[in-house]
């Protein structure tokens, strides 16, 4: 059993920065690959940043400049800093994990967190 939890989510004015965080739990021999995706309302899931575990990174080109992924191997956890926030950054955003259990390699996901850039 892997469990992902997220937190730092919430209401942040446009221009603003939050930080979201993400801690994986459980069974799990490796993570090769922890990342972040959102989804907003009427749209389909999608990468937001995504991190190896030797540090290597990957962004859209709508977040890249603006969005910064780190992971921490020892804690299993990892971090989305998000700055220069846009209304269009409104979404839940989704902790994903691929990693190794005993039953093999598998995609876990957290619970999800909601980012809304208003004013």
């Known amino acids: 059993q892997v469990q992902l939890v997220e937190s730092g989510g919430g209401l942040v004015q446009p221009g603003g920065s939050l930080r979201l965080s993400c801690a994986a739990s459980?069974?799990?021999?490796?993570?090769?690959?922890m990342g972040w995706y959102r989804q907003a309302p009427g749209k389909q899931r999608e990468l937001v940043a995504r991190?190896?575990?030797?540090?290597?990174?990957d962004y859209p080109d709508s977040v890249k400049g603006r969005f910064t992924i780190s992971r921490d191997n020892a804690k299993n956890t990892v971090h989305l800093q998000a700055s220069s926030l846009k209304p269009e950054d409104t979404a839940v955003y989704y902790c994903?994990?691929?990693?190794?259990?005993?039953?093999?390699?598998?995609?876990?996901w957290g619970q999800g967190t909601q980012v809304t850039v208003s004013s």
């Open positions: 991190i190896t575990s030797s540090g290597s990174t």
């Open positions: 459980g069974s799990i021999f490796s993570i090769p690959e």
């Open positions: 994903t994990a691929w990693g190794r259990t005993t039953t093999g390699f598998n995609r876990y």
